[in-house]
């Protein structure tokens, strides 16, 4: 079975990961639904686990589903040279109220401050401060992987060393809400109480996890109430603004902008250069210093744009996997051992995908836009579709023609100018365009 898994994970997770992570492991043994791998050092069984672990077990459970969990044990191999360089990866302290851990990594030290962070990190510091009170709650929204996490372990970090007499508390809104159907289940539901309104920094991460389920945020409505009428500060996270999250009860998601909301943008190119060259730094702790070549890391803060985490798994791999071969960060490694991340994050907008988003925009129909039609109505959303065209994919001119029913390219590009200088002097038209932008990308 397990051969029949790792032909699929070839395929999968690409020829390079899978000749260095995938064929060193071993199925030694299946027994009472767990079965056991043993990989060749430390090194690689912790990137595998890290890595693969989740996918390696959804393949073999598909294919057994009497499997209930797979484990990785070090074989008797001695560990590679970069496996012995590695430090230990300290484990993180404990918080006092036995919240959850805080990772040592995320301080402010290694937080990267550019313009699309630089309110959300100042906000966070502020309450670092362990000062007054000043604003209640603080706030934090933005997108998946920008930091939200980061910067409410740096406040705890820092309150620990400058304030230790304060009880500092962080835990995640799924969390929150276990404990508290945990209290329920167990009679202890003063207790409870008592605990969350002891603390004087209560920091509750991802909150919009709590919507819709209506004891827990009532539950926490009334901590919430009761902390910041012993004005004592309370720091949030979600996904996104108070506001938008559904089912999350009008008065709860008002009461959360008493305070600041502050939230984190995407991450402009500049950001995530600073970033990686950050995590390089980092990187070189674990895996020993690594030659880059030329171009690497521009390439990837041009091409991994969404998500912070993804950016950051994308250079680690390039480290583990140069320090193992002992080789420089070349263009070809960065495409063969970043395929999948690449392949994912590489959304190609199609030509007949924009004239489908641009027709359904204004309005008209999919046949109309590539047909005949002259009339304003039709005409127009047809240029700005052959704009965004010839802007967003990599088409030529004939080639976007004869997608547009046949079209000149002379037509073409008369539409892609007419449609640029409106742009310029249209408001409504640049708006337009900005939101189909939006659209295609997201
Ligand atoms: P979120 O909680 O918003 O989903 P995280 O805080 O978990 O995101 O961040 C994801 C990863 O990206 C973490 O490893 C974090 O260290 C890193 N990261 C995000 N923003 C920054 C930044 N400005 N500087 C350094 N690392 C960052
Ligand atoms: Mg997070």
């Given amino acids: 079975q397990w051969a029949r898994v790792s032909e699929q994970l070839r395929s999968e997770i690409g020829e390079h990961n899978h000749k260095s992570w995938i064929e060193p492991l071993e199925c030694v043994s299946l027994q009472a639904g767990v079965v056991q791998f043993r990989a060749p050092s430390r090194f690689v069984g912790d990137w595998v686990k890290r890595n693969y672990q989740d996918q390696i077990f959804q393949r073999m459970r598909s294919d057994n589903p009497t499997i209930a969990r797979i484990e990785f044990n070090v074989g008797t191999q001695p560990p590679r040279k970069s496996a012995a360089r590695a430090p230990e990866i300290a484990t993180p302290r404990e918080s006092n109220l036995q919240g959850a851990p805080l990772d040592g990594k995320f301080n402010f030290d290694n937080f990267v401050v550019g313009k699309p962070n630089e309110l959300a990190h100042a906000a966070a510091r502020r309450v670092a401060d362990g000062g007054d009170v000043t604003f209640n709650p603080l706030f934090l929204y933005g997108g998946v992987g920008l930091g939200k996490t980061h910067l409410m372990h740096a406040i705890a970090w820092e309150l620990q060393g400058k304030r230790p007499d304060l009880q500092v508390l962080y835990l995640s809104a799924e969390q929150f809400m276990y404990r508290f159907v945990q209290a329920l289940r167990e009679r202890q539901i003063m207790d409870f109480k008592n605990l ?23 539950e926490f409505f009334h901590t919430f109430n009761a902390l910041v009428d012993q004005n004592k500060q309370i720091v949030i996270s979600a996904d996104r603004a108070p506001g938008e999250i559904k089912e999350l009860e009008d008065r709860i998601s008002s009461r959360m902008q008493w305070g600041l909301v502050v939230d984190l943008h995407p991450t402009d190119y500049e950001l995530r250069l600073g970033i990686l060259q950050q995590k390089a730094a980092l990187f070189t ?10 171009g690497v890391i521009e390439f990837l803060a041009h091409r991994i744009t969404t998500n912070v985490r993804v950016l950051e798994g994308a250079l680690q791999r390039l480290f583990a996997f140069s320090s193992l071969i002992g080789q420089e960060v070349t263009m070809d490694m960065v495409q063969d051992c970043l395929s999948d991340i690449l392949r994912t994050s590489d959304r190609r907008v199609t030509v007949e995908e924009i004239q489908r988003k641009v027709a359904e925009h204004f309005n008209i129909r999919l046949s109309d836009m590539l047909g005949p039609k002259r009339t304003r109505t039709i005409a127009r959303p047809r240029q700005i579709a052959m704009y965004l065209a010839k802007e967003l994919t990599s088409r030529s001119l004939p080639e976007i023609g004869r997608r547009f029913g046949g079209r000149d390219h002379t037509t073409i590009l008369h539409g892609v100018r007419k449609v640029a200088e409106m742009r310029d002097t249209d408001s409504q038209i640049a708006e337009d365009i900005d939101l189909l932008h939006r659209l295609l990308q997201s």
């Fill in 196 to 218: 969350f309104r002891s603390v004087d920094v209560l920091m509750v991460d991802d909150v919009q996890f709590i919507a819709g389920k209506d004891s827990t945020q009532e």
């Fill in 285 to 294: 702790q674990t895996y020993g210093p690594v030659q880059i070549g030329d």
